[in-house]
């Protein structure tokens, strides 16, 4: 069983890719930075379990559809075993702001459906990284340790709370990943 503290759980756009206000709606759109990718199978050969949570709005608002979505998520697959890591679980909020749901973050659906993927009793004391606040609150709201990233809007996140106090900051995930890793 994976225990908590060996699983680190991705926030994707502006993380593991690059963001755009203008929505990521297409394969060709997502752009994954290279230095992610290998800082994930970094993490796997660390011995940390990898999991995905992400807002994915761009579906209820129809600027794109989940088999699109799918494709992403293929991609982004491929690229990590191909260097020979492994991405536990994605799990996506398709909702919009207004549908109520229990899974767009801040709220912690998301990250309860990976714990119940895989089958653990608690996210205490797991890593939340994101670059937006409600990545962070949704992590917290389950005893995530909070870890937030200046790529993608990390830095408009920083500059608009600056109340941050038990969030470690890096300028990305790669840098995230070296320090995790010598903490063992
Ligand atoms: O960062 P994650 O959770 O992986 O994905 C974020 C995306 O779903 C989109 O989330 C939207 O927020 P709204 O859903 O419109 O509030 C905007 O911030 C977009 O720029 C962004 O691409
Ligand atoms: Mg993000
Ligand atoms: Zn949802």
Redesign the pocket.
């Known amino acids: 069983m994976i225990s908590a503290n060996q699983l680190v759980i991705l926030?994707?756009?502006?993380?593991i890719n690059h963001?755009?206000?203008?929505?990521?709606k297409s394969l060709e759109e997502w752009i994954p930075y290279p230095s992610a990718i290998d800082a994930i199978v970094q993490l796997n050969k660390a011995g940390y379990s990898v999991a995905i949570a992400?807002?994915?709005?761009?579906i209820a608002r129809g600027y794109y559809d989940e088999a699109t979505l799918h494709s992403m998520h293929e991609r982004l697959t491929e690229l990590v075993e191909a260097k020979g890591g492994r991405i536990a679980h994605i799990a996506y909020c398709p909702h919009g702001?207004d549908d109520q749901c229990a899974c767009r973050?801040p709220l912690p659906g998301l990250l309860l459906q990976i714990q119940q993927q895989l089958a653990m009793e608690s996210l205490a004391g797991s890593w939340m990284v994101?670059?937006?606040l409600r990545?962070l609150e949704a992590g917290e709201s389950v005893g995530c340790h909070s870890v937030l990233v200046r790529t993608?809007?990390g830095e408009q996140t920083l500059a608009k709370h600056t109340n941050l106090e038990s969030t470690l900051i890096f300028p990305d995930l790669a840098a995230f990943t070296d320090w995790l890793c010598q903490q063992q």
């Open positions: 926030d994707r756009d502006g993380v963001d755009s206000d203008a929505y990521i992400t807002n994915q709005s761009g702001p973050k994101g670059d937006s990545d993608g809007k």
